[in-house]
Nanobody, 119 residues
Framework: QVQLVESGGGLVQAGGSLRLSCAASGSIFSINVMGWYRQAPGKQRELVATITSDDSTNYADSVKGRFTISRDNAKNTWNLQMNSLKPEDTAVYYC?????????????WGQGTQVTVSS
């Protein structure tokens, strides 16, 4: 069982920046996708960004050009650099790991960290 620990949330004014980090315990040898999701009050959880083992990235349209996801495979860590933050970015952010192993996908989640952007 993989455990994820995330950090870096906080309060910031519109236009500011924050950096979220996620660390996975244990070895990861299977095909995997690391990512970030968020959930705002009264809204459904949504994808923010993902990055694959070969560094292919995918972003939600709402964050393209502002957020950057990166990973360090050797350390089993990944992060989300968030620039030009907007009030609508306010949400609980969750790091995520998807592993393809023994013929199916496994899904792991961090504990969540609050990001609040004031106007």
């Amino acid at each position: 069982q993989v455990q994820l620990v995330e950090s870096g949330g906080g309060l910031v004014q519109a236009g500011g920046s924050l950096r979220l980090s996620c660390a996975a315990s244990g070895s990861i040898f299977s095909i995997n996708v690391m990512g970030w999701y968020r959930q705002a009050p009264g809204k459904q959880r949504e994808l923010v960004a993902t990055i694959t083992s070969d560094d292919s990235t995918n972003y939600a349209d709402s964050v393209k050009g502002r957020f950057t996801i990166s990973r360090d495979n050797a350390k089993n860590t990944w992060n989300l650099q968030m620039n030009s933050l907007k009030p609508e970015d306010t949400a609980v952010y969750y790091c995520n790991l998807k592993q393809f192993r023994a013929g199916r996908w496994y899904d792991y989640w961090g504990q969540g960290t609050q990001v609040t952007v004031s106007s």
